[in-house]
């Protein structure tokens, strides 16, 4: 096969709050932006139905087309505006603009017309401008044309907002709101007190809102406050947090969100008249509402958005990739389910579907309530490890307020059938001294019960065993510690076991260690002065037999078990480095001034096999091979190493990227959906026109004779039935129109004949019609003259010349096609 070239590819986890949320116009869909693409997810099932792909860049703004509530308008950073139809996935058109786009606005009643956020010269300066969308024919338009509207404003699509049916535009930023009449082409500012005063040093815009019908403005500040503007005059209503705040359809309701994660619905403009929901889980950052009112959507900084009805009732969750502070867990693999696993919201860890780009679920590691205090010192997910199998789990939770005080619980979790989920098995409290540094699984398949090691600080390494007498009954199971080792008191950094299990390898510091698992032996130990070891990994598959590290001091080692000496060494600031379970490839990132690189190589040749620079401009944190549920047949020694396996890896602002030979474009599954057909389906009608009916024929229908009716033949390469059932419902002709196409396209052609053209018994009306012209008349003369002579003493009945043409008539019409019926 032609080989590819492998690319490195966004493969979901994509913020799904970097924009507000739009509803379609009857509240069925929701659309949202996710990192180049556009995800269109319906409202109700949670599930995605659509995504749009065809920017290049970020995309930075979704809208309705309001003379088309079928069609949606999207601006990105790569300077372009599409036009898409939602409902069935296709782009439309393109309008270029040129400059990197920020935020996209339509008014109601605009014509052809938009409103951008674009950067001016001067850095971190925007400026809003109008740009009119040329009507053409042509799938990719030019749309170099703008219209100054409103300087200095924020680039954040929640500081500008249209009023008053789009009579005016409200602006915000740092302490100035402005004010632009359309009509008139008038500005008008005003200013807060800023920081000259303590009391008004929070002053600061964060949004704004404006009233759909009236000339009223609702804006959001720092200090915790919502203003009402009538125009030329405001008043503090009242307080709140920071809040991201967006008015309802009909402005009879004000909603309100921000770091307390309630949703507030101001009714009426009074501030006793208020309903609250709590409890929505992280703070809100976006807020909208469907253009019929009923429903409402927050989104959220966890990267989740919430679907409220309008008695603000949460009906759906829309949850991505939950981008953490830290991921001090790395990156892990479910062996039951091939999901991604790593840290989550605090205290969680997530579990999150490569494949359906969603998260399946979150579990709750510290099970407390987390207190959102800046001020306040946390319980923190550090790390945790699959067993081969899946069935356990180990985690490690910590705090520390000072150096002397150390909080630390390992706790041990077994997988349920039953439940489907994981269940609290053993609590250890402190199960050493200081930080643990790893830990690590044994491979069960080759040992009757799983074991578990931790490295720490304290300069030991612990080995945890399942024990069955935890009670007189010995029905219950629970871990207990079975054997402590150490190495001259040095700090143990790391652990790994080998691929049989049967050696462990501890790195303390500078030294690495061999353990025989069986014993806890001390077999060899490898030294090399560059540096405390950073990683550690034992080869796989045919090069088992070695053992790979990594320094501080930016040397890549590789040791040979069997001669315990040193196989080669490279010069090479690795971050990242992991071996393939199902081969023999182990991948290492390397950071260099340009960015990451990424090399593959197998342990028993220095060489690398595949090399690729710059895979991302960042620092690239964590990486994982996750297996294939269909292997690739890369047949080339430079790109085997994608046939098992996919490498994903996370970069520094927690972009999840992985390898591929196919586009974006390509790896996602098809917008436009097919009728298909099951091959179970029964020989009905319907199966018939799919083209689905049975071809096999047993040894009777073989030999039957030629007077048997004809078969119907295929249907599925008919034009008009193709057309029919691939085209969208919306932009075909009516169904009256159809149906004569439709029918006569099932039936057979003139040209196809049966065996048999003259049937049994013809029951038909007499029909008035000329008689025969002259050369019929003929050749029934002439007919008849020749049975004459042939006949001897048989009596046959003479047709008469109207009964010929209406006999000839009848031969012409084939109705084989009544067999299906």
Request: aromatic share 10%.
């Amino acid at each position: 096969m032609v080989e590819e070239r492998v690319r490195v590819v966004r493969c979901g986890g994509s913020l799904l709050n970097f924009r507000r949320a739009v509803f379609s116009a009857d509240s069925k869909y929701i659309f949202c932006v996710s990192g180049d693409f556009i995800k269109v997810y319906s409202s109700t099932t949670e599930e995605c139905v659509h995504v749009l792909h065809g920017h290049k860049n970020l995309v930075s703004g979704i809208l309705l087309n309001p003379n088309n509530h079928l069609q949606l308008y999207s601006c990105s950073f790569d300077g372009t505006i599409k036009l898409w139809d939602y409902l069935d996935g296709i782009l439309i058109k393109t309008f270029t603009v040129g400059p990197k786009l920020h935020a996209l606005f339509i008014p109601p009643h605009a014509e052809d017309s938009v409103f951008l956020t674009i950067l001016k010269e001067d850095p971190d300066v925007f400026q809003l401008v109008s740009v009119k969308l040329p009507k053409s024919s042509s799938q990719n338009v030019e749309a170099r044309e703008r219209t100054f509207v409103l300087d200095y404003v924020n680039r954040s699509p929640k500081c500008i907002d249209f009023g008053n049916e789009g009579d005016y535009i409200a602006a915000v930023r740092d302490f100035y709101l402005s004010v632009y009449f359309l009509k008139k082409k008038k500005t008008c500012n005003f200013t807060l007190p800023s920081t000259k005063n303590k009391k008004n040093a929070r002053n600061r815009f964060t949004c704004v809102a404006c009233h759909p019908k009236e000339d009223c403005i609702a804006s959001g500040h720092m200090d915790g406050k919502i203003r009402l503007w009538l125009i030329l005059f405001a008043s503090v209503l009242f307080p709140s947090k920071l809040c991201p705040c967006v008015l309802g359809c009909e402005g009879s309701s004000l909603l309100s969100g921000g770091r307390e994660c309630v949703l507030v619905e101001w009714r009426d403009g009074a501030e006793k008249n208020k309903e609250f929901l709590p409890r929505l889980g992280s703070t809100i950052e976006h807020i909208s509402v469907s253009p019929a009112g009923d429903l409402f959507c927050t989104s959220h900084s966890d990267n989740k958005i919430t679907v409220i009805q309008r008695n603000l009732d949460a009906c759906a969750v829309i949850q991505g990739l939950v981008k953490d502070r830290s991921i001090s867990t790395g990156l892990m693999v479910d062996p039951k389910t091939k999901a991604l696993v790593l840290n989550g919201k605090p205290g969680h860890l997530q579990f999150y579907s490569l494949q359906g780009d969603k998260q399946l679920y979150n579990l709750d590691i510290i099970q407390q309530e987390y207190i959102n205090d800046d001020g306040l010192i946390q319980i923190e997910l550090k790390k945790a490890a699959f067993s081969h199998s899946g069935t356990w789990l180990a985690t490690v939770e910590q705090r520390q307020e000072n150096p002397s005080e150390l909080e630390m619980q390992m706790k041990l979790w077994v997988y349920s059938k039953k439940t489907q989920g994981f269940s609290l098995n053993t609590k250890i409290a402190m199960p050493h001294d200081d930080h643990i540094t790893a830990l690590c699984f044994n491979n069960a398949e080759n040992y009757e019960r799983p074991m578990l090691v931790t490295a720490s600080r304290d300069g030991h390494f612990k080995v945890w065993v399942l024990a069955d007498d935890s009670d007189i009954y010995k029905k219950a199971i629970g871990w207990t510690c079975d054997f402590v080792g150490s190495y001259h008191k040095y700090q143990a950094t790391n652990c790994c076991f080998s691929e049989d299990s049967s050696l462990l390898a501890v790195s303390f510091e500078e030294i690495v260690t061999v353990w025989d698992s069986e014993t806890w032996e001390l077999k060899c130990t490898f030294c090399q002065r560059a540096g405390k070891i950073r990683h550690l990994c034992f080869g796989r598959l045919t090069c088992s037999k070695f053992l790979l590290g990594t320094t501080e001091n930016a040397i890549l080692c590789c040791w040979n078990l069997l001669s315990c000496s040193l196989q080669w060494s490279a010069k090479l600031n690795v971050s990242v480095l992991e071996a393939d379970p199902y081969s023999d490839h182990v991948a290492a990132v390397s950071q260099s001034a340009a960015g990451s690189d990424l090399f593959v190589f197998k342990p028993s040749e220095p060489r690398p096999l595949y090399v690729q620079r710059t895979i991302s401009r960042e620092e690239v944190q964590w990486g994982v091979f996750v297996p294939r549920d269909v292997p690739e047949s890369f047949t080339s020694e430079a790109h085997q190493w994608l046939n098992r396996s996919q490498f994903y890896f996370l970069t520094q602002s927690q972009c999840l990227l992985t390898f591929s030979t196919k586009s974006p474009e390509e790896k996602l599954t098809p917008t436009s959906k097919q009728l298909l057909a099951e091959e179970s389906l029964p020989t009905t009608p319907f199966s018939l026109i799919l083209g689905k009916h049975r071809q096999q024929q047993d040894a009777r229908s073989s030999e039957t004779s030629e007077n048997e009716l004809v078969q119907l033949p295929l249907t599925e390469n008919i034009p008009a039935i193709n057309e029919l059932l691939h085209t969208p419902a919306h932009v075909l002709p009516s169904a009256s129109f159809l149906c004569s196409l439709f029918v006569n396209s099932l039936l057979l052609s003139k040209e196809t004949k049966s065996a048999e053209e003259v049937p049994d018994v013809i029951d038909m009306e007499e029909n008035k019609d000329s008689d025969d012209s002259d050369e019929e008349n003929d050749v029934t003369e002439k007919a008849q003259e020749t049975h004459n002579t042939d006949l001897t003493d048989d009596v046959i009945h003479q047709l008469s010349k109207y009964e010929e043409k209406e006999l000839r008539k009848f031969r012409k019409v084939d109705y084989s096609w009544l067999a299906a019926l």
